[in-house]
């Protein structure tokens, strides 16, 4: 009446299958590794490589999408005073306007002249759009009359 197991090999416990056993649990490690192990150890050593090559005047996007050019670079070969390595940048996002981060926290090297190229494009945009604003004695001047008959609703 079983339909699934037939009664003489449930009686004999089954046939183990050793190795055979073992092979979904290996083609499930290697299906991890390929898809998931492997392309994140080769974004690791990309993104080390970018953070290495590094250099002062480079344009590049931190992590959190702040754009801004390299002023300051801080390296292994600096410690600090307690034999710490100082590993930060100092980016200049507007003029006058510096920021530090952390150099791993660079995940972009843009290609150069991109920030003046967008600053030229965003004032054209700006100067594009701008209307005339109006003053407020003008916008007094301009509204329309309102009767104020408020004597009448007694």
Same mark, same amino acid.
């Given at each position: ?44 050593? $990309? ?7 590094? $250099?002062? %005047? *480079?344009?590049?996007?931190?992590? %959190? ?9 801080? %390296? ?6 307690? %034999? ?43 100067? $594009?759009?701008?209307?005339?604003? $109006? ?6 001047? *301009? ?12």
């Amino acid at each position: 009446m079983n339909f699934f197991i037939s009664d003489a090999l449930a009686q004999s416990g089954g046939e183990s299958g050793g190795f055979l056993s073992l092979i979904p649990l290996i083609l499930i490690f290697v299906l991890f590794y390929f898809l998931l192990i492997r392309p994140q150890q080769k974004r690791a050593k $990309k993104h080390k490589l970018l953070v290495e090559s590094l $250099k002062v %005047g *480079d344009e590049v996007v931190t992590s %959190g999408g702040i754009v801004g050019r390299i002023t300051v670079l801080q %390296g292994p070969a600096e410690k600090e005073a307690g %034999g710490q390595v100082i590993n930060y940048v100092a980016m200049e996002t507007q003029s006058g306007v510096s920021m530090f981060v952390q150099r791993d926290a660079v995940t972009q090297l843009l290609p150069a002249d991109t920030i003046d190229e967008f600053r030229s494009w965003a004032d054209r945009k700006a100067s $594009k759009g701008k209307r005339k604003k $109006k003053s407020a004695a003008r916008l007094q001047r *301009d509204k329309p009359e309102s009767s104020n008959d408020d004597s009448s609703a007694d």
